[in-house]
């Protein structure tokens, strides 16, 4: 393989791939779907079904309605990501470089609706989020090859249906179409001039520079086991398609423009298991326990056979507990924890600030009257230090941290 080639390999693995790692990475899959849950860290959200969102992470959940249902939100990220203690070496040259604050704010909003036809099936139909993030270096940041801006969205479009088997069983599942949507921009004044001027002007503009989406379609299948009305659990399972992105699509190497290609996404499949117990009148506990395949996500390439990085990534764990307190007909008051595991293991990056997590929950509803109430919730997210070590043509040396609060509030109403 010539030099040029593998600096283009290198560039497009640096400047691609971390769009779609930061969508994907265990700290920012948006375990947003609704305030209600952000309010307990969504221990038992599998089962629990106190407003229309439960069909987001199980279907059949939606049997546990006797009428229709709405809920209508927007939750929060608001990410506090650090880059310190950098050493970027690009030749012989080894140099400190200052600290880096890259978070940034996301929004995701989210609708549900659940309508019963009868004693045995239900319908549902809802519009979330399940990935995006934003991060943006400093245009001045010496390793931008390495660092630059990403903004990854994604809208989940499903459409549910459950059935009742008997009083203890019901099942359900759907289909979820899936947007997704990513920018990101790599550069660095250096190297480009170097290969412009190799080029004799022919190769002109940033490293990468990418405006790409795409649709996809996935399913989802659940069930509800109701030992009685004070004790239920839940299991869900999603798969999740491989999502094909096209768009504008620039590198400064390999003739700069490869838009006629698609660049191919593995999403992770994700299972659950929820319990909820109400002890009495006033209290009641809940839990869930999930696990992420983000394994499945190997490699990144693109529909031309380009492979442009091969991965190291593990499945990803979480584990939720949490409580309920009915403190009376107008107040109700929740809270959670939650143990976040990393996506990545060997393989880390300073555009993608991964580790494992821990979430400290707490949340009401407020009921206006017997129909509908407002939920809010709040999440303080805290993670790690991580060392991170990349290499290409030049290196960079970091420890990254992310944090995080999250807000969520919405309304819910029963017809």
């Known amino acids: 393989m010539n030099k040029k080639r593998l600096f283009t390999q290198s560039v497009v693995a640096v400047a691609i791939t971390m769009a779609s790692q930061q969508a994907l990475a265990a700290g920012f899959q948006l375990n947003a779907q609704s305030a209600t849950g952000l309010g307990r860290a969504f221990a038992?959200?599998?089962?629990?079904?106190?407003?229309?969102?439960?069909?987001?992470?199980?279907a059949a959940a939606m049997s546990l309605f006797d009428?229709?249902?709405?809920?209508?939100?927007i939750n929060v990220i608001d990410t506090d990501i650090q880059v310190k203690n950098i050493q970027y070496k690009a030749g012989p040259v080894t140099a400190p470089l200052g600290d880096e604050q890259i978070g940034d704010t996301s929004y995701a909003p989210n609708f549900y609706y659940i309508h019963p036809?009868?004693?045995?099936?239900?319908?549902?139909?809802?519009?979330?989020?399940?990935?995006?993030?934003?991060?943006?270096?400093?245009?001045?940041?010496m390793a931008n090859e390495f660092g630059g801006t990403t903004d990854v969205k994604s809208v989940n479009f499903a459409l549910s249906t459950?059935?009742?088997?008997?009083?203890?069983?019901?099942?359900?599942?759907?289909?979820?179409?899936?947007?997704?949507?990513?920018?990101?921009?790599?550069?660095?004044?250096?190297?480009?001039?170097l290969i412009e001027g190799q080029s004799q002007g022919t190769?002109?503009?940033?490293?990468?520079?990418?405006?790409?989406?795409?649709?996809?379609?996935?399913w989802n299948l659940g069930t509800v086991y109701e030992y009685n009305e004070n004790n239920r659990f839940g299991l869900s399972y999603r798969y999740s398609p491989e999502l094909e992105a096209e768009g504008d699509m620039h590198y400064q190497l390999g003739g700069g423009n490869i838009s006629s290609e698609k660049l191919k996404m593995p999403?992770?499949?994700?299972?659950?298991?929820?319990?909820?117990?109400k002890l009495n009148d006033k209290f009641a506990i809940h839990y869930s326990v999930q696990w992420i395949g983000w394994s499945e996500f190997d490699?990144?390439?693109?529909?031309?056979?380009?492979?442009?990085?091969?991965?190291?990534?593990?499945?990803?764990?979480?584990?939720?507990?949490?409580?309920?307190?009915?403190?009376?007909?107008?107040?109700?008051?929740?809270?959670?924890?939650?143990?976040?595991?990393?996506a990545q293991d060997e393989v880390t990056s300073i555009s993608v600030p991964d580790s494992d997590r821990q979430w400290f929950s707490g949340g009401f509803t407020y009921h206006i009257d017997s129909k509908s109430n407002i939920d809010v919730g709040v999440t303080y997210l805290l993670g790690e230090d991580v060392n991170v070590v990349e290499t290409k043509l030049t290196s960079v040396k970091a420890t990254t941290r992310a944090n995080a609060w999250l807000y969520g509030i919405q309304y819910s109403r029963s017809f």
Do not use: C
């Open 299 to 342: 490699k990144l390439e693109t529909t031309g056979g380009n492979e442009l990085n091969s991965y190291k990534w593990q499945d990803g764990w979480h584990y939720a507990i949490g409580g309920t307190y009915y403190l009376n007909k107008d107040w109700t008051l929740r809270t959670g924890y939650m143990y976040d595991t990393s």
């Open 203 to 218: 190769l002109k503009g940033p490293l990468a520079d990418v405006d790409a989406d795409g649709f996809a379609f996935g």
């Open 162 to 193: 459950s059935y009742r088997i008997n009083e203890e069983w019901s099942v359900g599942g759907g289909l979820d179409v899936i947007y997704g949507h990513g920018k990101l921009k790599r550069t660095n004044k250096n190297i480009e001039a």
């Open 117 to 141: 036809i009868n004693d045995k099936w239900a319908v549902g139909a809802g519009v979330y989020s399940n990935f995006g993030t934003k991060t943006e270096f400093s245009d001045s940041f």
């Open 44 to 58: 038992g959200d599998a089962v629990i079904a106190d407003n229309a969102s439960a069909m987001a992470r199980n």
């Open 67 to 73: 009428a229709p249902a709405m809920s209508l939100g």
């Open 267 to 277: 999403l992770p499949d994700m299972a659950e298991f929820s319990g909820f117990h």
